[in-house]
Structures are given as structure tokens and as C-alpha cells.
């Protein structure tokens, strides 16, 4: 299985402050992707990063791979309160099929 | 237009009924998904279907059956569900599977009760 698995399971932050989630995977993947799902709702894709690929940003979004790890993280900076969420990566390996990791659920105090 | 839609948004039904859950999209992709999720899991593909046909079966069941009539629609025909099948079910479409790894645009998901 590709799953992802992220870490830490909960963060609880102060607006303003940086929140950073990270996410582990087992074998070889072709592309990571973070996805965003409010409480009961469907998911929001949030960012693709291919496998030769070490960063990429999208407005307050960083997200970093590190193949030799195994490894992505999420860095949401400035935070608001309306990043309240939980937040999923997907590892995809020769299917192309994501599978989803446990998620990280962030709170972020007004 | 980069919406997917599911109808309807909740379902109670009994364990005897019969019910389908219904999936549109308009972005001509050519890959579509069922996922289910039960609360703070991650979600668990169901099936996936790629240009109309089945080409992903996640040892679902088959008191559930997808059914894609075309490339816009994709139901899911419920049948003799048992009450821990009750869970969000959420639609996905994408524009292919195999070639580069596209995102993946979620409906709302249905909220399924199984009494």
C-alpha cells in the first residue's frame, strides 16, 4: 500500500502562527497530493508534487518532498481561522490511484 | 465549470430498501470515483471507473453496485445495506488515472444512514 501517514494526528494554533504537517509514505510513489476537508464535506485538492519534484508553493501553501525519506510536509503559514480542517495527503505509486493517509486535523484559534 | 455534484445530500434507509446515490460532472474527465469515509477516517476507495468502464473494484461488497451510464454520470445502486455501511459517501472525478497523476475534484458526499 502507498498510504500516507501523517503526523501530528491534531495541531491546535493560535491565528497568525505557521501550522506544519507532515506525511510519511512506504514505497515508491509517482506524486504526493495534501487535501483539505471541512468537517463532513468533500475534499479540496490542494497540491500536486511529482516525484522529481522537491517544492512547491501555492499562496500561503509550501509543500516539500523528500523522496530519499519518504516524506512530504505542508506548511500553512499565517494561519486563519477559517484553515480549521483536516488535512489528507495521498501517495500514488504505479496505479496512479491515490490512497489517503489517516489525515491531520488543525485547529487555529481566532 | 469545476464542480461535482451528489445527490441527495443525506439518505436514511432501511436495511430491506433499495437506493442509489447519484454523481454528476461536467468537466469532461474520464475517470471517476466512490469513496466511503466513516468519521475522522481517511477516505476508502470503493471503485473506480476509467473512460465508462470498471477498471478498480476494492473488494467492495455487492450489496453495492456502480453503475456508469456515461462519461458525465456515475450512480451507485445500494441494496441490503447493513447499519455499519452507514458512513459519507463521497464521488471524485479526475481527468485520467493512469497518465501523470491528476487531481481529484470531490462532490459534497451523500451522508448515508442505514437504520
Sequence with gaps: ??????????????EGENATMNCSYKTSINNLQWYRQNSGRGLVHLILIRSNEREKHSGRLRVTLDTSKKSSS????????????????????????????????LIVHP | DTEVTQTPKHLVMGMTNKKSLKCEQHMGHRAMYWYK???????????????E???????????????????????LHLHALQPED??????????????GGYEQYFGPGTRLTVT
Design chain 2, 53 to 75: 468502464k470498471l477498471s478498480i473494484n476494492e473488494s467492495v461488497p455487492s450489496r453495492f453496485s456502480p453503475e456508469c451510464p456515461n462519461s458525465s454520470l456515475l450512480n
Design chain 1, 74 to 105: 505542508l506548511l500553512i503559514t499565517a494561519s486563519r481561522a477559517a484553515d480549521t480542517a483536516s488535512y489528507f495527503c495521498a501517495a500514488s505509486g504505479g496505479s496512479y490511484i491515490p490512497t489517503f493517509g489517516r489525515g491531520t486535523s
Design chain 1, 1 to 14: 500500500s502507498q498510504q500516507g501517514e501523517e503526523d501530528p494526528q491534531a495541531l491546535s494554533i493560535q
Design chain 2, 37 to 51: 469515509q466513516k468519521a475522522k477516517k481517511p477516505p476508502e476507495l470503493m471503485f473506480v471507473y476509467s473512460y
Design chain 2, 86 to 99: 452507514s458512513a459519507l459517501y463521497l464521488c471524485a472525478s479526475s481527468q485520467d488515472t493512469v497518465r
